[in-house]
């Protein structure tokens, strides 16, 4: 591989885990833009004087020693005017703001790429860019190609479970000499061998297949009922789901099925088919790591990758634990994700009784009304990432938004 320059927008799990692994690939010149408070030199003090590590459940440590690192974290917006690849590693909430920073900077072959990127990425990213006068490559992955969670921050970081494959989409400005193919070979490489970065037919059909359908239910499942008392212990999160979890797993992944099938009826030049069951889901993106395939829920409990991971919580003063209602499985994930799929939904004619019930319990906690009487309220985009938020007013627009997708 030719020289490269990536950076990588965030400063979170994600960021600690992509700036570690891909800043060992030959060639690859790796910056962290980091613009909240005083990370940057933190992170920066910390590499000095500790170095990175990258750590797998194999026991296989990736080690950068102190002085020898490969990456360096900046709050300069101005590295992204050098930059080749530019990562928003950022939760679903912080896009805008990246967006609205970088664009500006972005050279003209600049690929604008959101790992991942939730819900209706692309029609954000393009609209920003537009109103920006640009017209870069846009990618947007529908997860993380990790599940992570860095164990000394800016210094260690645990892969805890490395997916199969992850799908992605690429929509080109018209007129763009980015190939393909080639762009491809580039994630995979800055990625790992896995997971496996597959193309999607057409960006719609990965907003469909958003992550966001599996945390809101799992977290509604175990807490529509809570009686406000602490517990003694955090739960597990997805080894502790049961059948009413599965429930309304299902359940929000039939209504996106279903919303899928109405787009092929009416676009059938377009292939919206083949979002899989949740089932499927788990043994596509893990594979060997879950030991019991036969069900949903033994997917989910014997799934080594989500090896004791558990719920969020806060802490009491008396050191039990109630759940953190601020985590991003509810503020990212409902108005970056499934309010999302509820207007894609609501344009083609879906009903969605089980993501209706999901959002109005969740929207209590988030502050913003989103469904009132069983019908979406509009929202600023500032609160969400609705189509209607960005002038998409139907499903006609949505489709046609990028007119090479």
Same mark, same amino acid.
């Given at each position: 591989?030719?020289?490269?320059?990536?950076?990588?927008?965030?400063?979170?799990?994600?960021?600690?885990?992509?700036?570690?692994?891909?800043?060992?690939?030959?060639?690859?010149?790796?910056?962290?833009?980091?613009?909240?408070?005083?990370?940057?030199?933190?992170?920066?003090?910390?590499?000095?004087?500790?170095?990175?590590?990258? #750590?797998?459940? &194999?026991?296989?440590?990736?080690?950068?020693?102190?002085?020898?690192?490969?990456?360096?974290?900046?709050?300069?917006?101005?590295?992204?005017?050098?930059?080749?690849?530019?990562?928003?590693?950022?939760?679903?909430?912080?896009?805008?703001?990246?967006?609205?920073?970088?664009?500006?900077?972005?050279?003209?072959?600049?690929?604008?790429?959101?790992?991942?990127?939730?819900?209706?990425?692309?029609?954000?990213?393009?609209?920003?860019?537009?109103?920006?006068?640009?017209?870069?490559?846009?990618?947007?992955?529908?997860?993380?190609?990790?599940?992570?969670?860095?164990?000394?921050?800016?210094?260690?970081?645990?892969?805890?479970?490395? %997916?199969?494959?992850?799908?992605?989409?690429?929509?080109?400005?018209?007129?763009?000499?980015? #190939?393909?193919?080639?762009?491809?070979?580039?994630?995979?490489? =800055?990625?790992?061998?896995?997971?496996?970065?597959?193309?999607?037919?057409?960006?719609? %059909?990965?907003?469909?297949?958003?992550? /966001?359908?599996?945390?809101?239910?799992?977290?509604?499942?175990?807490?529509?009922?809570?009686?406000?008392?602490?517990?003694?212990?955090?739960?597990?999160?997805?080894? $502790?789901?049961?059948?009413?979890?599965?429930?309304?797993?299902?359940?929000? &992944?039939?209504?996106?099925?279903?919303?899928?099938?109405?787009?092929?009826?009416?676009?059938?030049?377009?292939?919206?088919?083949?979002?899989? /069951?949740?089932?499927?889901?788990? +043994?596509?993106?893990?594979?060997?790591?879950?030991?019991?395939?036969?069900?949903?829920?033994?997917?989910? #409990?014997?799934?080594?990758?989500?090896?004791?991971? %558990?719920?969020?919580? =806060?802490?009491?003063?008396?050191?039990?634990?109630?759940?953190?209602?601020?985590?991003?499985?509810?503020?990212?994930?409902?108005?970056? $994700?499934?309010?999302? =799929?509820?207007?894609?939904?609501?344009?083609?004619?879906?009903?969605?009784?089980?993501?209706?019930? +999901?959002?109005?319990?969740?929207?209590? %906690?988030?502050?913003?009304?989103?469904?009132?009487?069983?019908?979406?309220?509009?929202?600023?985009?500032?609160?969400?990432?609705?189509?209607?938020?960005?002038?998409?007013? &139907?499903?006609?627009?949505?489709?046609?938004?990028?007119?090479?997708?």
């Amino acid at each position: 591989m030719e020289g490269l320059t990536v950076t990588i927008c965030g400063g979170g799990n994600g960021a600690h885990a992509f700036a570690g692994i891909s800043s060992l690939v030959e060639n690859a010149h790796v910056t962290v833009l980091d613009i909240f408070e005083d990370e940057a030199e933190r992170w920066n003090a910390t590499l000095v004087k500790n170095g990175f590590r990258v #750590k797998y459940r &194999n026991g296989e440590v990736r080690e950068q020693r102190p002085g020898e690192t490969k990456f360096s974290v900046t709050r300069d917006v101005g590295v992204i005017s050098r930059s080749d690849m530019v990562f928003s590693v950022v939760p679903a909430y912080a896009h805008e703001t990246y967006l609205k920073l970088i664009t500006p900077h972005l050279k003209e072959t600049a690929i604008v790429i959101g790992m991942p990127g939730h819900a209706g990425f692309e029609y954000q990213c393009g609209s920003i860019l537009r109103e920006n006068g640009k017209s870069n490559t846009i990618v947007a992955l529908e997860t993380l190609p990790w599940a992570c969670r860095y164990t000394k921050y800016g210094e260690e970081v645990d892969i805890v479970g490395t %997916k199969e494959e992850v799908y992605c989409s690429m929509v080109n400005p018209e007129g763009s000499t980015t #190939k393909k193919d080639s762009l491809m070979t580039l994630l995979q490489t =800055l990625i790992e061998p896995k997971p496996v970065v597959k193309l999607c037919e057409n960006y719609v %059909k990965l907003t469909l297949m958003a992550i /966001s359908t599996v945390h809101p239910p799992i977290m509604y499942a175990r807490w529509k009922d809570w009686d406000g008392g602490p517990l003694e212990s955090p739960p597990l999160f997805y080894q $502790g789901v049961d059948e009413t979890a599965a429930k309304y797993l299902d359940g929000v &992944n039939n209504e996106v099925i279903a919303t899928a099938e109405r787009l092929s009826q009416k676009f059938p030049q377009h292939d919206f088919l083949g979002i899989p /069951s949740m089932q499927d889901w788990f +043994i596509h993106h893990y594979g060997d790591q879950i030991a019991d395939k036969s069900t949903l829920v033994s997917c989910l #409990k014997t799934n080594s990758g989500y090896e004791g991971l %558990k719920h969020p919580m =806060l802490k009491t003063k008396d050191g039990k634990y109630v759940p953190d209602f601020g985590y991003r499985y509810i503020v990212e994930d409902i108005p970056y $994700g499934l309010v999302v =799929l509820k207007q894609i939904a609501d344009m083609v004619g879906v009903d969605t009784p089980v993501i209706n019930e +999901i959002v109005e319990w969740a929207q209590e %906690k988030i502050g913003v009304i989103f469904i009132q009487d069983g019908r979406m309220v509009d929202v600023e985009r500032e609160h969400a990432r609705m189509p209607k938020a960005y002038g998409i007013d &139907n499903i006609d627009i949505l489709v046609s938004f990028f007119k090479s997708s």
